[in-house]
């Protein structure tokens, strides 16, 4: 019984390294968090504020990136929060390349919409950001799995 177990044990840690399961963690954990869109709005101390959600999707041409935003929190009071959300297994650590998707996305948005909002990143995911120079100023909350459950 205790091989069988220990032979489980060593076939779900093969599988959980497979891009198969990121991706599908990463699809699951972005569900779980669209179908709590009012403990997000509570955690970012907006509940009481007007707003619309929905993703954003924009198709690249040959002169004009294209681009996906997982989650927009469109307020009522002049903001938009754009919602990276992130399955990650331990803190999430930006990276200098992924800094500039982030920027060159909200770039793209911020194109594609004309909109005169202010344009918050909202890091959304499961154990927090390492914050480095690369998040400094770039992500403006951070929420996890506890500030939506907790």
């Known amino acids: 019984m205790e091989d069988n177990l220990q ?3 060593g076939v779900w840690q093969r599988l959980s390294q497979t891009q ?3 991706t599908w963690s990463g699809y ?3 569900n779980l968090c669209l ?11 907006i509940s009481g504020v007007y707003s619309q959600s929905s993703a954003f999707y924009k198709k690249g041409t040959k002169t004009e990136k294209g681009t996906q935003i997982d989650l ?3 307020r009522n009071d002049q903001v938009i929060n754009l919602c990276e959300i992130k399955f990650y297994n331990t803190e ?3 990276t200098k390349d992924y800094a500039t998707a982030l920027r060159n996305k909200m770039g793209v948005f911020q194109a594609s919409t004309k909109t005169n909002k202010q344009l918050f990143w909202t890091l959304i995911t499961t154990f927090g950001l390492k914050h480095n ?3 400094l100023g770039l992500i403006q909350n951070v929420l996890v799995v506890d500030d939506l459950f907790g």
């Open 7 to 9: 032979e489980e044990t």
């Open 20 to 22: 198969t399961y990121k």
């Open 28 to 30: 699951a954990f972005e």
């Open 35 to 45: 179908k709590n869109l009012a403990a997000i709005k509570k955690a970012l101390g």
């Open 72 to 74: 927009l929190i469109d």
């Open 92 to 94: 999430f650590s930006l």
């Open 133 to 135: 120079q690369h998040s």
